[in-house]
């Protein structure tokens, strides 16, 4: 089954982190990758830009809107993901407690539902 694996931190935090100590985190990061890619757990994954960079889209009464930003402000910020494959929610828990992301912030776990194949 598959699983996305949310990654969740305060972006003000990760902004005021030194060279060094981003360096180390995306070392780590690195490093999880690699783990997962090799146990053949992983799917995909990114890093997100920062919220400022985001557009937010929503339709009403046949209009297309878009606003500037995320859509909602909340303390933690959506910041990246994995998919992956994993036996059950226990092997998907258990990877996700290996993210380097959850030592500062949180990790949602979310299965996804099994869809067809869309032909390309």
């Keep these: 089954m598959q ?3 949310i990654i969740y931190a305060e972006e003000k935090k990760m902004a005021a982190m030194s060279e060094a100590e981003l360096g180390k985190i995306m070392t780590d990061f690195s490093a999880y990758s690699k783990s ?4 053949g757990n992983f799917v995909a994954g990114g890093r997100l830009q920062p919220t400022s960079s985001a557009t937010t889209v929503r339709v009403r009464e046949g209009k297309t ?53 869309v032909a390309r």
Excluded: K
């Excluded at 997962?36 to 146990?39: F, G, L």
């Excluded at 993901?81 to 776990?109: F, K, Q, T």
């Design 65 to 117: 809107l878009t606003t500037h930003g995320p859509f909602a402000e909340t303390r933690e910020q959506l910041g990246g993901y994995y998919l992956v494959e994993a036996r059950d929610l226990d092997e998907a828990l258990a990877l996700a407690a290996r993210i380097p992301g959850a030592r500062y912030g949180s990790i949602e776990v979310r299965p996804l539902h099994s869809m067809p194949q």
């Design 36 to 39: 997962i890619v090799e146990s």
């Design 3 to 5: 699983y996305l694996l």
